[in-house]
């Protein structure tokens, strides 16, 4: 049995989009289409530079409930899709597979994704959240109509490549940019006839393995994406201790921005780290509490225990 008014979140993936988008705003407009129909092996460093970090996003939907359900939408025989697969099904993420037009190359993801969300809305009446995880313009009607089902809809959305009229149909819209453990990309990377030389962040340069045993946000580096590359061997077995930290980091920064507080509650910060992880365990890692864990992590987080209620924030570097 569920809580009664407890959140429970669906998130639906137009995974091609994100996946495109993305390549575009890291290599430049239209960058996509260019380099396919060269092939995209040509110049692997692109691809790699411009890998889709599944896991932030679906962190970010946790922050929000229980995740009922995610499925990600997209032809899965594609090369440049089939690399996330591992990371996605370790993650629970429903993959549901779409064949592309002959004609026209569209694999209908905008119309199969919109049904499946009105479908689960009626077949699933305890659902709060629906979170919507593309940019398209097609998605407005979507959005629309679970706002008037009583749902609360989230957008995220890759800069540049989202439409405004779909950010103002949600109830609230990010750019997976801004996503907790996203890099920015550098601004000179964007001309495509010079994005080969020069290098951009690569995905995982901005947080630490942050997904636990489950192999979500660790796995959805550029490892996944390119199998073989350089420093895959070294993620099979992850150090526990740092990927503990690189979760609790996330954790915070997504409570502390979502919130836009100081301070959070330590045992909220916890129930945050057990949604990203459900594996998380501080005992696990040799602590006898959780406040011991935060203990340990001093040169990350403050811990502020003048008080019976402990309050924990990302330690201020500068």
Request: charged share 25%.
């Amino acid at each position: 049995m569920t809580e009664s008014g407890a959140a429970r979140v669906a998130v639906y993936l137009d995974f091609d989009n994100i996946v495109i988008s993305r390549y575009d705003q890291v290599n430049g407009r239209n960058s996509f289409q260019r380099d396919k129909a060269k092939g995209l092996d040509d110049d692997p460093s692109r691809l790699a530079r411009a890998t889709v970090d599944v896991g932030a996003i679906i962190d970010f939907a946790s922050s929000f409930g229980t995740l009922v359900l995610t499925r990600a939408y997209a032809d899965w025989s594609a090369e440049i899709n089939a690399g996330y697969r591992g990371q996605l099904v370790g993650r629970a993420v429903e993959l549901v597979q779409l064949f592309p037009a002959a004609a026209y190359g569209k694999n209908g993801a905008d119309i199969r994704l919109a049904v499946d969300a009105v479908e689960d809305m009626f077949r699933l009446p305890d659902l709060t959240h629906v979170v919507i995880v593309a940019g398209d313009s097609d998605y407005i009607a979507l959005a629309q109509r679970c706002k008037r089902l009583g749902r609360y809809v989230v957008g995220i959305g890759v800069a540049g490549s989202s439409s405004r009229m779909l950010a103002a149909a949600c109830d609230e819209f990010v750019t997976y940019d801004t996503l907790p453990g996203v890099p920015a990309i550098e601004p000179s990377s964007a001309p495509a006839d010079t994005a080969g030389d020069k290098p951009a962040p690569r995905r995982r340069s901005g947080r630490s393995k942050s997904s636990g045993s489950s192999g979500s946000s660790d796995s959805s580096g550029s490892s996944d994406a390119t199998d073989g590359s350089d420093g895959s061997d070294t993620q099979d077995e992850p150090d526990p201790q740092v990927t503990a930290t690189g979760l609790l980091t996330r954790a915070l920064r997504i409570g502390l921005e979502k919130d836009d507080v100081d301070w959070l509650h330590n045992s909220a910060v916890k129930a945050q780290m057990k949604r990203m992880d459900p594996s998380f365990s501080e005992k696990s890692l040799g602590f006898k509490s959780f406040s011991d864990f935060l203990r340990s992590r001093a040169e990350v987080v403050e811990l502020d225990e003048s008080s019976t209620t402990r309050l924990v924030r990302l330690r201020d570097k500068s």
